[in-house]
């Protein structure tokens, strides 16, 4: 028996249960166990963007009213009908929010394999990746959960900060990132801050809640830290970029009115506040573009070669992993729960925005 969360696309606070008994295994194919997975804001994004972005089409369910919501964790093969793919073998990817899934391995190596599910082929091929734990690189068995947590958030905040840079900041010297206590948010804004003392540093600031104001600021890899209805005391005459995490229609059309032609770019990233989601119609300044992770990733492998592009990686994340695993005042506090009851109560925390700044949730069933 397979369990799966099942969210109402058109109103993600309807949930259930689906259980579903598992089918005989088909020919070359796997079923895995999935044994932990993170559920964090980006999650959240997953469902606001869900149709926009294909996230719903990667898992889908029996009723096309209804979505499962793409989770990062663990997870160790129970059956393998797949060449090169062992019973026992733990993977790190891209899971239904479930207990079990079944996956095609192809490409099979030594790091892992790629799923070439018939429906899967035409998506982005960065969230098709299954990495053999027993090969990978990062893989610290002491530290998964900040690695189901903060490695597909960070790759994220590492190809914004390149993309920003790839384009010479588009002539700005600020940048302004909304939902500044999110996990992407502050990713970015620590690579942003590494560039601190050179001709490429920018002014980093973060916009957020009276809640996560302290928290912000405490990290130390923003500027300045700002409430959502202080944008007006920012620097108008500042050129900018806005990195919106939020995807708030109210917080991007104080943000563009604010600094009008001076707002060099708008950069679409997030939608932790889902609620407050809308077009970038009518608005002053720069229309917002959507940042997509894998355009830059695929750009970047063209260019330095996949060798190049995972040291440079490396290299941000185990900086990254320094702050946020620090002995006396980290970054992120793990903290792990399981079963229905445990993602249920998770799962509308993050939709309320109600889980604190500092807490990584690590969910299993």
């Given at each position: 028996?397979?369990?799966?969360f099942?969210v109402?696309r058109k109103?993600?606070r309807?949930?259930?249960w689906?259980?579903?008994?598992d089918?005989?295994l088909p020919?070359?194919s796997?079923?895995l166990r999935i044994?932990l997975?993170?559920?964090?804001?980006?999650?959240?994004?997953?469902?606001?963007f869900?149709?926009?972005m294909?996230?719903?089409?990667?898992?889908?369910?029996?009723?096309p009213d209804?979505?499962c919501?793409?989770?990062?964790?663990?997870?160790?093969?129970a059956?393998?009908?797949g060449?090169?793919?062992e019973?026992g073998e733990r993977f790190?990817?891209y899971f239904p929010?479930?207990d079990?899934?079944?996956?095609l391995p192809?490409?099979?190596?030594?790091?892992?394999f790629v799923?070439?599910?018939?429906?899967?082929?035409e998506?982005p091929g960065?969230?098709?990746?299954y990495?053999r734990?027993s090969?990978d690189?990062?893989?610290d068995p002491?530290?998964?959960?900040?690695l189901?947590?903060l490695r597909?958030?960070?790759?994220?905040s590492?190809?914004?900060?390149?993309f920003?840079a790839?384009n010479?900041?588009f002539d700005?010297?600020?940048?302004?990132?909304?939902?500044a206590?999110?996990k992407t948010?502050y990713?970015t804004a620590?690579?942003l801050?590494?560039?601190r003392?050179?001709p490429?540093?920018v002014?980093?600031?973060?916009?957020?809640?009276?809640?996560?104001?302290?928290?912000?600021?405490?990290?130390?890899?923003?500027d300045e830290v700002?409430l959502?209805?202080e944008?007006a005391?920012?620097?108008a005459n500042?050129p900018?970029?806005y990195?919106?995490m939020?995807?708030s229609?109210?917080?991007?059309a104080?943000?563009h009115?604010?600094f009008g032609?001076?707002l060099?770019?708008s950069?679409s990233?997030?939608?932790?506040?889902?609620n407050?989601?809308g077009?970038?119609?009518?608005?002053?300044g720069?229309?917002p573009?959507?940042?997509f992770a894998p355009?830059?990733?695929?750009?970047?492998?063209?260019e330095w070669?996949?060798?190049?592009?995972g040291?440079?990686l490396?290299q941000?994340?185990?900086?990254f992993?320094v702050?946020v695993?620090?002995?006396k005042?980290p970054?992120?506090?793990?903290?792990?729960?399981?079963g229905k009851?445990?993602v249920?109560?998770?799962y509308?925390a993050?939709?309320?925005?109600?889980?604190?700044?500092?807490?990584g949730r690590?969910l299993?069933?």
């Amino acid at each position: 028996m397979t369990t799966t969360f099942i969210v109402e696309r058109k109103d993600l606070r309807e949930t259930h249960w689906l259980d579903a008994p598992d089918a005989a295994l088909p020919p070359g194919s796997v079923r895995l166990r999935i044994e932990l997975f993170a559920l964090t804001a980006n999650n959240i994004t997953y469902a606001a963007f869900g149709d926009a972005m294909s996230y719903w089409s990667f898992f889908p369910t029996p009723d096309p009213d209804t979505g499962c919501i793409p989770v990062w964790g663990f997870a160790t093969v129970a059956e393998s009908r797949g060449d090169g793919v062992e019973v026992g073998e733990r993977f790190y990817g891209y899971f239904p929010m479930a207990d079990a899934v079944v996956l095609l391995p192809g490409r099979v190596g030594p790091a892992g394999f790629v799923d070439e599910a018939a429906h899967r082929r035409e998506l982005p091929g960065i969230y098709n990746h299954y990495l053999r734990c027993s090969a990978d690189p990062l893989h610290d068995p002491a530290h998964e959960g900040e690695l189901a947590l903060l490695r597909p958030l960070f790759t994220t905040s590492f190809l914004i900060d390149d993309f920003l840079a790839d384009n010479a900041f588009f002539d700005a010297r600020t940048v302004i990132l909304s939902s500044a206590s999110s996990k992407t948010a502050y990713g970015t804004a620590f690579c942003l801050a590494q560039r601190r003392g050179t001709p490429q540093a920018v002014r980093v600031v973060g916009l957020t809640s009276a809640a996560n104001a302290d928290y912000a600021r405490g990290l130390g890899c923003y500027d300045e830290v700002r409430l959502y209805d202080e944008v007006a005391l920012l620097d108008a005459n500042a050129p900018s970029v806005y990195v919106d995490m939020s995807g708030s229609v109210p917080v991007r059309a104080a943000v563009h009115a604010h600094f009008g032609d001076r707002l060099r770019y708008s950069c679409s990233v997030g939608g932790t506040h889902w609620n407050e989601l809308g077009s970038g119609k009518g608005l002053a300044g720069p229309r917002p573009v959507l940042f997509f992770a894998p355009a830059q990733s695929r750009k970047r492998l063209a260019e330095w070669g996949s060798e190049a592009f995972g040291r440079k990686l490396a290299q941000a994340w185990h900086a990254f992993m320094v702050p946020v695993t620090d002995a006396k005042a980290p970054w992120l506090q793990v903290v792990r729960s399981r079963g229905k009851d445990a993602v249920e109560a998770t799962y509308r925390a993050q939709l309320d925005g109600s889980v604190p700044a500092r807490e990584g949730r690590i969910l299993g069933l």
